[in-house]
């Protein structure tokens, strides 16, 4: 075991912050919208500190079938371009929300009428969207 003073001459790696130009959102936002996402928005919570995450973005899916098929290109596609797979997702069983945590970003695709109950976008008010769109 390493006395407490190697911990002082130990360099402290620099974050890196995420922005909307970040390459996984980017990549995220763009597997949507090649899966024929509606409606897709992404909210930026940085300046909130209850948020558990830098970014949520946010779509809507016609069918469950789509829903389940944007969420899976999602994760191919952040797996495949970023390296990158998700700490936890849930509710692919039923495919009326699909959450995908990756930790700093978490995606939602939801059934329109989930979204529109849930009303994510109006919990977080407070963080700037943006819409995404073709």
Not at 67 to 88: F, H, N, R, T
């Amino acid at each position: 075991m390493e006395p407490l003073s190697v911990l002082k001459t130990r360099e402290k790696s620099a974050i890196t912050r995420l922005t909307r130009n970040s390459k996984i959102v980017k990549t995220i936002v763009q597997a949507i919208l090649d899966k024929k996402g509606e409606k897709v928005i992404s909210l930026d919570l940085r300046k909130i500190p209850e948020a558990a995450a830098d970014f949520f973005i946010v779509c809507e899916a016609s069918s469950t079938t789509q829903v389940k098929a944007i969420s899976d290109y999602v994760e191919d596609q952040v797996k495949k371009l970023c390296g990158e797979m998700p700490y936890k997702h849930e509710g692919k069983t039923l495919a009326q929300w699909v959450l995908i945590d990756y930790v700093n970003v978490v995606v939602h695709v939801m059934h329109p009428e989930s979204r529109k109950f849930y009303q994510l976008e109006e919990m977080w008010s407070d963080a700037p969207q943006q819409l995404h769109d073709l």
